[in-house]
T-cell receptor, first 113, second 114 residues
Framework: DGGITQSPKYLFRKEGQNVTLSCEQN?????MYWYRQDPGQGLRLIYY???????QKGDIAEGYSVSREKKESFPLTVTSAQKNPTAFYLC????????????FGEGSRLTVL | QQQVKQSPQSLIVQKGGISIINCAYE??????FPWYQQFPGKGPALLIA?????SEKKEGRFTISFNKSAKQFSLHIMDSQPGDSATYFC?????????????FGTGTLLAVQP
């Protein structure tokens, strides 16, 4: 089945540690996105990529980094510079930046202890 | 100008009733207005979407009403069922724009009581 796989589903980390969230899609989509979801704040865009080896900052990129070495993969690293990293992180993809429906993965919940 | 304002924050409806969620936007360049449904612990999924060339779009029990002059759009869920209990997000974007970023509302938690 085609879709977006995020892992891990739950992750705990200590303050000061970097953590990488995985996102893999087999939909053959060019565009991929990372969103952060917090209660009462909706979905906020962290980074997006329209093609391999290209990515752009979204609205809340500080403290995060991404890479896009393969079309199928768009991992997100939450660095120790992110002041409030506890959140639900959602990866999404779309056929291209301008076309198609936005599909979401099932999310990764990060808790910083 | 990039905000999408969504209300109410939460909603309780009796089974069989009508659920209504409202959204408002400022950016007149927006021309694509989707609604997403999210169940607990899951990612959002597209429920229904509308372009501004029509004032209403219906899919089963779900209807989007669109008022271009007021820059408002709403989701109506007819004959609401307990299985409709979820968080609903409206969104907006300029579909043909350079980045076509979706701007999301803050979400409405709907609870349908049996």
């Amino acid at each position: 089945d085609g879709g977006i796989t995020q892992s891990p589903k739950y992750l705990f980390r200590k303050e000061g540690q970097n953590v990488t969230l995985s996102c893999e899609q087999n939909l053959n989509h060019d565009a991929m996105y990372w969103y952060r979801q917090d209660p009462g704040q909706g979905l906020r865009l962290i980074y997006y990529s329209q093609i391999v080896n290209d990515f752009q900052k979204g609205d809340i990129a500080e403290g995060y980094s991404v890479s896009r070495e393969k079309k199928e993969s768009f991992p997100l690293t939450v660095t120790s510079a992110q002041k409030n990293p506890t959140a639900f992180y959602l990866c999404a993809s779309r056929l291209t930046l301008n076309t198609g429906e936005l599909f979401f993965g099932e999310g990764s919940r990060l808790t910083v202890l | 100008q990039q905000q999408v304002k969504q209300s109410p924050q939460s909603l309780i409806v009796q089974k069989g009733g009508i659920s209504i969620i409202n959204c408002a936007y400022e950016n007149t360049a927006f021309d694509y207005f989707p609604w997403y449904q999210q169940f607990p612990g899951k990612g959002p999924a597209l429920l229904i979407a509308i372009r501004p060339d029509v004032s209403e779009k219906k899919e089963g029990r779900f209807t989007i009403s669109f008022n271009k002059s007021a820059k408002q759009f709403s989701l109506h869920i007819m004959d609401s069922q307990p299985g409709d209990s979820a968080t609903y997000f409206c969104a907006a974007s300029d579909y043909g724009g350079a980045t076509n970023k979706l701007i999301f509302g803050t979400g409405t938690l709907l609870a349908v009581q049996p």
